[in-house]
């Protein structure tokens, strides 16, 4: 972590996306739309005056994923797996993002509700008896095919759900 750097990205025809340190040393970029005909290059300035860059390279296009598959495991949880396929000469290493969605219920259901303004007591319109929570995923999910001779990851295994009351009546998995 460099701390108060300059930090961009630069694409061949003299574009800069300059990139915002926050918190300190570390350089987000908001979302950016690469040609896929340009090369890129990441220029660093550290605080001190030093200069670094790396090698033009192409924007490599992360392959699709062909099968999200599921195998209920013998300690009492669901192993999900993902595969995927790419050319010899795409990406490598890949990085995946997933949200997790499931329904969940209140301990009682509540019929009535109370109207404070008013001091009175009446049905419940729409239930709040089943809820849905979605969740974003809280690890870096890598996957790497520099040292396989085809560049293909067959059942990476992805994430493990353990058999909890959040696979109890929905759940939804959102892997991008």
């Not at 990085?95 to 499931?102: A, D, G, K, L, P």
Request: hydrophobic share 35%; net charge positive.
């Amino acid at each position: 972590m460099e701390a108060q750097a300059r930090v961009a990205l630069a694409d061949d025809a003299g574009q800069r996306y300059p990139l915002v340190e926050s918190p300190a040393g570390t350089y987000p970029s908001a979302a950016l739309v690469l040609g896929p005909s340009r090369q890129y290059q990441l220029r660093i300035t550290t605080a001190q005056g030093r200069e670094y860059a790396s090698d033009m390279v192409p924007v490599v296009r992360t392959p699709p994923i062909d099968t999200l598959t599921w195998q209920l495991t013998p300690v009492q949880s669901i192993q999900l797996y993902l595969s995927t396929h790419a050319a010899t000469t795409a990406a490598r290493y890949y990085r995946w993002e997933y949200e997790e969605t499931h329904q969940f219920t209140s301990a009682f259901e509540s019929s009535t509700e109370y109207d404070a303004r008013r001091n009175f007591a009446r049905m419940r319109g729409p239930s709040i008896y089943r809820c849905w929570r979605t969740e974003p995923s809280t690890a870096i999910v890598q996957g790497n095919g520099a040292q396989l001779s085809q560049n293909t990851l067959v059942d990476f295994p992805l994430l493990t759900v353990l058999l909890s009351m959040k696979l109890r009546y929905g759940y939804s998995f959102l892997v991008r």
